[in-house]
């Protein structure tokens, strides 16, 4: 084989190195193109699903502060008609329909409110501005439940002293 034989080979050799070099670079930054998106495809997935299950949470609580509340209205009469007849037994309960029962409406009527504004929210921005939304809704979500919380040791205790008294 003469010289120039060999080189016109490692000339083809090289442009078919060069072919497949950027064959190459053109498969990896389609494999890089579609890692992105699935990436961000998960990404959305997440903040879709953390949305979801957030305004899930909300309306699990809308309905405890509602059914909460209906409880409460039902055990008013009792209780007005044993406040007539022994004051002094159950004086200690007023705050609990004085505060606690519009505090009660304010939280169920707040839930709703929260609903609906992460559902128009969703609707409207879906995944992109989640974190500042979801810190705010959780925050008061939190605020609401805390309260319930500290309040259902009394509401129990009287509930169990309606169900205790002679007048029941």
């Not at 008013?76 to 329909?97: C, G, V, W």
Request: aromatic residues 12%; charged residues 25%; negative net charge.
């Amino acid at each position: 084989m003469d010289s120039n034989t060999l080189s016109i080979i490692a000339v083809i050799i090289s442009f078919i190195s060069v072919v497949i070099a950027v064959w190459s670079a053109w498969t990896n930054h389609q494999s890089l193109k579609f890692t992105k998106l699935n990436r961000e495809n998960e990404r959305r997935l997440q903040h879709t699903k953390a949305c979801s299950d957030l305004m899930e949470e909300i309306r699990v609580y809308e309905n405890e502060f509602e059914r909460e509340l209906s409880e409460l209205q039902d055990l008013e009469p009792k209780f007005e008609r044993l406040l007539t007849h022994s004051p002094s037994d159950f004086n200690q309960y007023l705050p609990i329909f004085k505060t606690y029962k519009s505090e009660l409406a304010g939280f169920a009527l707040q839930a709703r409110t929260l609903w609906q504004e992460a559902f128009e929210w969703y609707e409207k921005y879906r995944y992109e501005g989640y974190a500042a939304h979801s810190a705010q809704f959780r925050r008061l979500l939190s605020a609401d439940m805390s309260i319930q919380n500290e309040w259902a040791p009394r509401i129990k205790a009287l509930r169990i002293a309606i169900n205790a008294s002679d007048l029941n």
